[in-house]
């Protein structure tokens, strides 16, 4: 698949991380201690987080598509939020980032957004046909000057049964 195609993995999470054209820092620069704007949130990397941010990112600057899988409970959603938000901090990747995951745990990723990338505006896109019509209307926005809901969507989560119609909607 090209760059930026989300790979699915099952019992996972898909994101989309799109690639950035313009000249900008890759991310390539292993990290031997958490990044000062992920010690800003107040939040503390293990050390294999750490590893797995490091390897993210190398990936990543690789074209690799990767996958994240081991035991429940280790955080891969932490490490997955942490890698898009260093693309965005320190790349300037521009998003947005979709990330698709179960309906179940929306809320979830939702939570640890807040938590470890205060910064990202994070729209949650669930809801009946009406509902999601009114979240296009009011919360997306894709350039970078235009405000709508209060700044640009940085992030969104959607669920596994409409992240193909949400791709294709959205460009």
């Known amino acids: 698949p090209k760059p930026g195609t989300p790979k699915t993995h099952p019992g996972g999470v898909r994101v989309a991380c799109p690639r950035v054209t313009a000249v900008s820092p890759q991310p390539t620069v292993k990290y031997e201690t958490q990044p000062r704007f992920i010690t800003a949130t107040g939040g503390t990397l293990h050390l294999y987080q ?89 919360e997306f926005s894709f350039d970078d000057t235009a405000i709508k809901g209060g700044k640009k969507l940085d992030s969104l989560g959607d669920t596994w049964g409409t992240a193909g119609w949400t791709l294709g909607h959205l460009g």
Request: proline residues 4%; glycine residues 6%; negative net charge.
């Open 50 to 138: 750490l590893e797995g941010l490091n390897w993210l990112r190398f990936s990543w600057a690789q074209s690799t598509d990767t996958i994240l899988a081991d035991e429940m409970g280790l955080g891969k959603t932490i490490q997955t939020i942490v890698f898009l938000y260093s693309l965005y901090k320190e790349v300037r990747a521009p998003g947005p980032f979709l990330v698709s995951a179960p309906l179940s745990t929306i809320i979830n990723w939702e939570r640890e957004f807040q938590m470890w990338a205060p910064s990202f505006y994070v729209v949650t896109y669930t809801g009946d046909k009406d509902s999601r019509a009114i979240i296009r209307e009011n």
